[in-house]
């Protein structure tokens, strides 16, 4: 079978004096049946040229399916005298929430089963459970597209009704004051997606009279709605990429006029809990890595901001709780999370220790004040993901669950380590990898999976999963370049590798494969590069960069078309980007940006074998920016190497809903890497 070959149509495009001229332009019309005829040309194609792997495909997804835990369980909490959990059974593609009153022991009432939803659609998607402070009604968002646009449903939890009037083309974001009558949600304009609008709903009215609350006006915004730990107040949290503003009301009066609690100031973010009579405020005001202030209740402006936890250079506070008795932080330093315990009496804090040098730690869900128990979270390479409960006065820990690996798990015959590559302008970027013992050989021979994602801030931290088994028994290494971009060693990372510093990443990432080669963890002909939505665009720039240092890569729902995507205002989310990628109406930032963005960099040259996947309904990545690279590689590359498009017809930016159905595309995925190494084996 042919690769499709996409039609040309010029379509010139004029910015700053300079000319481009965009031949797959037209492929933005979703009605168009050529569109979707297209799509799926290159669907069968795929699914000829991986044709060889389709045993090895069903063989992926059986293992990888098999080692979950069917009948599996989340751990309870205890709030509001109710024991809440989720729960999947045998067979069964979502989850089923649940509660029981008063003790485990107690009989279960099942609160939602997703499963029924979910019957004869090929999508669903359950967002923003909440329940009425008298714990009679239940409310929830469906998504059954893909697009993350959700009608919100309201269930009697004593009748079992669930009512039909609903609040439909909300963003799923959804909080109930406390009053048991009113609840407040977001919903986005239905032409860019952007959350700008709160409304509050009365109980069994119609959707149509409720109140427009506030509307964020400044397309660089966007807003939801929260409550605080105490529930005492509900917040608007209104915030683009460098800038927070917060709205408060007492959640008893939910009628009453919002407060500011902080005007908006250019480049001051802060986020907001509440405790006794104060906010406690993370914020960078003054503190790049972020600082911890208290501000009383009644008067909680910028200027009565008081230091509780100063700022540090080398320590970056990523988020805190609030007990009766503690306040803890979470705090990352040299890459590495730190969970920090300290009493408000005074008394000398302490920190957990994890020790692991490859992991991932965080403040689970502790929605009770008056405990002297910390739930949190731990993972690592090696390590499945971990429940615990911490005494803070006793510093006894208690594993509650551990995620089950079916068939057995035995992580000592694993291995993980950090090392660091020096990038071009000197700075050591970290390098998280794991493999198997008996099949890793210190001379290049192992192939390696090389992932990376570098935006907004994001950390890739060091995580298990038991998918990834597949690939480590079967002789690959698996290793994340810790690029800037993300937050890994703080918030100068995250600054170091955005707008007109963007290069860092892409160069960070080029450097991290060339320590691998160096190093013999690999060699160039046997590793590969994955990233997903942003981090597709850091596979797209590498491979325009430097072809040469990888056999293969996968790009997932690609950010690639970023100058003409965010020149145009219309595409979903494109304001709230500016402060991220650069707004290319401006000079400076159009020719920068068009110098990595890779739909423009396309050359006549030799590319890796490339697997790219996209969801027709994505709101995050409009199914036509890989759609249009991938047309565009087909038509200018000069290699024989395989150039393969997936396109979910029926999903968006998380692909498919479900826990096994999402396994087929992973499966996918694999099949791709396996067969390409095994090819070079040979």
Same mark, same amino acid.
């Given at each position: 079978m042919k690769a499709p070959i996409a039609k040309k149509i010029n379509h010139i495009i004029k910015t700053h004096g300079h000319e481009r001229t965009d031949p797959y332009y037209w492929m933005r019309d979703r009605e168009?049946?050529?569109?979707?005829?297209? =799509?799926?040309?290159?669907?069968?194609?795929?699914?000829?040229?991986?044709? *060889?792997?389709?045993?090895?495909?069903?063989?992926?997804?059986? *293992?990888?399916? @098999?080692?979950?835990?069917? #009948?599996?369980?989340?751990?309870?909490?205890?709030?509001? %005298?109710? +024991?809440?959990?989720?729960?999947? &059974?045998? %067979?069964?593609?979502?989850?089923?929430?649940?509660?029981?009153?008063?003790?485990?022991?107690?009989? *279960?009432?099942?609160?939602?089963?997703?499963?029924? =939803?979910?019957?004869?659609?090929?999508?669903? /998607?359950?967002? %923003?459970?909440?329940?009425?402070?008298?714990?009679?009604?239940? !409310?929830?968002?469906?998504?059954?597209?893909?697009?993350?646009?959700?009608?919100?449903?309201?269930?009697?939890?004593? $009748?079992?009704?669930? @009512?039909?009037?609903?609040?439909?083309?909300?963003?799923?974001?959804? $909080?109930? !004051? !406390?009053? #048991? /009558?009113? =609840?407040?949600?977001?919903?986005?304009?239905?032409?860019?997606?952007?959350?700008?609008?709160?409304?509050?709903? &009365?109980? +069994?009215?119609? @959707?149509?009279?409720?109140?427009?609350?506030?509307?964020?006006?400044?397309?660089?915004?966007?807003?939801?709605?929260?409550?605080?730990?105490? *529930?005492?107040? =509900?917040?608007?949290?209104?915030?683009?990429?460098?800038?927070?503003?917060?709205?408060?009301? #007492? !959640?008893? /009066?939910?009628?009453?006029?919002?407060?500011?609690? /902080?005007?908006?100031i250019p480049h001051l973010e802060y986020a907001a809990d509440h405790y006794e009579d104060h906010f406690w405020i993370r914020t960078n005001h003054q503190a790049q890595n972020f600082k911890v202030v208290k501000a009383p209740v009644d008067n909680p402006g910028l200027e009565n901001w008081k230091d509780f936890i100063p700022h540090r250079e080398n320590v970056l506070i990523e988020d805190f709780d609030l007990f009766s008795g503690f306040f803890v932080s979470q705090e990352r330093s040299n890459g590495l999370t730190q969970l920090l315990i300290k009493p408000w009496d005074g008394s000398p804090g302490h920190a957990l220790d994890f020790g692991e040098e490859a992991y991932t730690a965080w403040i689970g869900h502790n929605p009770e004040f008056d405990t002297e128990i910390l739930r949190f979270g731990f993972n690592s390479l090696v390590t499945p993901a971990s429940i615990f409960d911490y005494h803070m006065v006793t510093r006894e820990k208690t594993l509650l669950k551990q995620q089950e690996v079916v068939g057995g798990y035995d992580s000592s015959l694993y291995e993980s380590a950090r090392i660091w590559a020096q990038a071009e302008d000197g700075v050591m970027v970290p390098i998280s990898l794991v493999y198997k013992k008996s099949s890793f050989q210190p001379d290049g021979s192992n192939p390696l999976l090389l992932y990376a994602y570098g935006s907004y801030g994001y950390s890739s931290d060091a995580y298990f999963s038991s998918n990834r088994l597949s690939l480590l028994d079967r002789g690959f290494v698996f290793a994340i370049a810790h690029v800037r971009g993300g937050e890994d060693l703080g918030r100068k990372w995250y600054e170091d590798g955005k707008l007109l510093k963007k290069q860092n990443t892409f160069t960070d990432f080029i450097a991290c494969a060339k320590h691998l080669i160096n190093e013999n963890y690999t060699q160039a002909d046997r590793l590969y590069g994955m990233g997903g939505s942003a981090g597709g665009l850091l596979i797209g720039a590498v491979i325009n960069m430097r072809p040469d240092l990888f056999d293969g890569v996968i790009a997932a729902v690609p950010f690639v078309d970023v100058v003409t995507t965010m020149l145009d205002e219309s595409i979903p989310l494109t304001t709230g980007e500016f402060q991220e990628w650069g707004n290319p109406k401006f000079e400076e930032y159009y020719h920068y940006m068009l110098s990595y963005s890779p739909y423009d960099q396309v050359e006549s040259k030799a590319y890796p074998n490339i697997l790219v996947t996209s969801g027709l309904h994505d709101s995050q990545v409009q199914y036509w920016e890989p759609t249009k690279w991938v047309a565009k590689l087909r038509d200018l590359k000069t290699d024989e190497n395989l150039l393969l498009l997936h396109t979910n017809m029926e999903a968006g930016h998380g692909g498919a809903s479900g826990r096994f159905q999402a396994l087929k595309e992973l499966a996918m995925e694999y099949a791709f890497l396996v067969m390409l190494a095994n090819k070079k084996r040979i």
């Open positions: 168009n049946p050529k569109v979707i005829n297209y =799509l799926k040309e290159e669907n069968s194609y795929l699914k000829e040229a991986l044709k *060889e792997t389709e045993g090895l495909q069903d063989q992926l997804f059986q *293992e990888m399916k @098999s080692r979950i835990k069917e #009948d599996d369980q989340s751990v309870p909490y205890f709030k509001k %005298g109710y +024991y809440w959990y989720s729960r999947y &059974e045998q %067979g069964c593609e979502y989850p089923i929430y649940c509660r029981k009153k008063g003790s485990l022991e107690a009989k *279960e009432e099942i609160l939602l089963n997703v499963n029924e =939803l979910a019957e004869g659609k090929p999508y669903c /998607q359950v967002s %923003g459970l909440a329940v009425s402070n008298n714990q009679r009604y239940l !409310a929830y968002g469906l998504d059954v597209v893909g697009r993350r646009i959700y009608e919100v449903f309201f269930k009697d939890l004593e $009748t079992g009704e669930t @009512s039909s009037l609903t609040i439909p083309n909300t963003t799923g974001n959804i $909080t109930w !004051a !406390a009053d #048991d /009558q009113h =609840l407040f949600y977001s919903k986005q304009d239905p032409e860019t997606l952007r959350a700008h609008r709160i409304f509050r709903h &009365e109980l +069994y009215s119609n @959707s149509e009279n409720d109140q427009l609350i506030f509307e964020e006006k400044d397309e660089e915004f966007s807003c939801h709605v929260l409550k605080t730990k105490s *529930e005492a107040f =509900l917040l608007i949290l209104s915030e683009s990429t460098i800038s927070s503003e917060i709205r408060f009301v #007492d !959640a008893s /009066q939910p009628l009453d006029d919002w407060k500011v609690l /902080q005007a908006r």
